[in-house]
């Protein structure tokens, strides 16, 4: 019952709550013409052929909802941004994907997409608001003011508030304070760099910038492009596990922690290390399935300090950490864990597919 109503529920999915709340306003006009019907004529003889009438509406609606909302079928969620984390809005923001299968066209398998950019926050694990996006859209960074995004359609560069995800500039009201942005602002994402907070340009003069959103400066610096070269351009869809945290791992250290958890581990993959020796990690319980443990690992006593079991919506998704504080946050696909990083407890588990908080 629970499923159920879930998928009748509001998930704070634009295209799904539409079609929520039409369904639910002709639901309702329809028993309330049944019912001044039945008063009108003071009798249920005609009952049949409304009851009759409601039955087709409620199997239409479920046929619409499942091939076009993928409600009460299996899809996927995947993320198409990185997670974006703002101190002082306390929230993870990012662009996810939801995907629903169509079936097969000349033996080629069909799917249908779903955008939403949802911020959650991240102390209580309850969304703050989410917004509808194109599948041309992608999220590039996010300071404690605005959200910036690219749109190769529309507007190459474009803000949002992140305490409310309200549109404040388009590309035309960047380029009225810096009009030297008129030259410069690409429609490709990869010609963008978020780093340390700052917003770096491979502009279409082949020139690269630094973009300041608090004093509205563009600074041109030919060696802003070692940034470039060092750090790898955003992917269209995250599919590897590359974020860990903790402290600083060498090259060295790493190959050597990934042997040893492959030898005493089922699949795992490092999220980051504590201490020397003490690595935090997600490995599962079988070669294949989506039974999980995320937990704090000595590999030189072969044992875990703590451990807490997960269920994944499938293996070998990517896997992504972020630490803030004495808070472990685990992206998996699906779902935001947030555990205890000195217990191991799981202080609650936030589900993209409804937006809410699914187990604590």
């Known amino acids: 019952m629970n499923a159920i109503y879930n998928h009748w529920r509001l998930s704070g999915w634009l295209t799904h709550d539409i079609f929520v709340i039409a369904v639910a306003i002709v ?26 009438i409601l039955v087709i509406y409620g199997l239409i609606v479920n046929f619409i909802g499942m091939t076009f909302f993928g409600m009460f079928r299996s899809v996927t969620l995947e993320g198409k941004s ?6 002082k809005n306390h929230s993870f923001t990012s662009i996810e994907r939801t995907v629903i299968p169509n079936g097969q066209s000349n033996g080629i398998s069909t799917s249908t997409s779903m955008f939403e950019l949802i911020s959650v926050n991240s102390d209580t694990g309850e969304r703050i608001w989410s917004k509808r996006m194109g599948w041309r859209n992608y999220l590039i960074g996010q300071t404690d003011r605005y959200l910036i995004l690219n749109d190769a359609d529309d507007d190459a560069l474009f803000l949002l508030d992140s305490t409310t995800g309200a549109m404040r500039f388009s590309q035309a009201d960047l380029v009225k304070k810096i009009p030297a942005l008129s030259e410069v602002l690409s429609p490709d994402f990869p010609d963008y760099r978020f780093v340390d907070r700052r917003l770096y340009i491979h502009g279409l003069d082949n020139r690269y910038y630094r ?24 992917a269209w869809i995250i599919s590897a596990s590359d974020n860990r945290v903790g402290q600083p791992i060498s090259d060295q250290e790493l190959t050597e922690a990934l042997r040893l958890l492959g030898e005493q581990l089922i699949n795992p993959v490092l999220l980051g290390k504590k201490q020397a020796h003490q690595y935090y990690v997600l490995a599962y319980k079988k070669r294949r399935g989506p039974q999980a443990s995320i937990g704090l690992y000595d590999v030189e006593k072969q044992k875990y300090l703590w451990q807490t079991a997960v269920t994944l919506t499938e293996d070998g998704v990517p896997i992504n950490a972020y630490q803030m504080d004495d808070a472990l946050y685990v992206k998996a696909a699906r779902y935001l864990f947030k555990l205890d990083t000195n217990t191991g407890r799981k202080i609650y588990q936030f589900d993209y597919r409804w937006n809410r908080v699914v187990d604590r």
């Open 27 to 52: 639901f309702i006009a329809l028993c309330g013409f049944l019912l001044y019907s039945l008063i009108k004529r003071r009798s249920t003889r005609r009952l049949k052929p409304y009851l009759f």
């Open 211 to 234: 973009l300041d959103l608090e004093n509205w400066t563009l600074t041109e610096d030919a060696q802003i492009m070692t940034i470039f070269q060092q750090h790898r351009a955003p």
């Open 82 to 87: 990185q997670l974006f984390f703002s101190h």
